[in-house]
């Protein structure tokens, strides 16, 4: 079983950028796709982003397309969430979820292992 750990969160002006981290520990986590979460204050978990466990193929939901950008390093078993031009909107709790099943649609249908989340404020 994966342990992931969320980091990078914290303030941040609008038009802003942040990159969160994901650390994972445990056996094979070059096995697994590595996705983002979000829950903003008063509405319902939404998926963001998710790669592959080589890296090779990512999927982002409408909110992130052209703004955020997901990667991975197997080498340090960490994955990143690079997110750019941050608006108020984007002020949520972030997650980070591992499965071992990668598709376009398993961020819909949900991941199995997830992280306890980092907050990211997006305000001046």
């Known amino acids: 079983q994966l342990h992931l750990v969320e980091s990078g969160g914290g303030l941040v002006q609008p038009g802003g950028s942040v990159t969160l981290s994901c650390a994972a520990s445990g056996p094979r986590v070059d096995t697994y796709a590595i996705g983002w979460y979000r829950q903003a204050p008063g509405k319902d978990r939404e998926g963001v982003a998710v790669?592959?466990?080589?890296?090779?193929?990512?999927f982002y939901e409408d909110s992130a397309k052209g703004r955020f950008t997901i990667s991975r390093d197997n080498a340090k078993n960490a994955v990143y969430l690079q997110m750019n031009s941050l608006e108020s909107e984007d002020t949520a709790i972030y997650f980070c979820?591992?499965?071992?099943?990668?598709?376009?649609?398993?961020?819909?249908?949900?991941?199995?292992?997830w992280g306890k989340g980092t907050l990211v404020t997006v305000s001046s």
């Open positions: 790669i592959s466990a080589s890296g090779g193929s990512t």
């Open positions: 979820t591992a499965d071992k099943m990668y598709s376009d649609y398993i961020l819909r249908r949900g991941m199995e292992i």
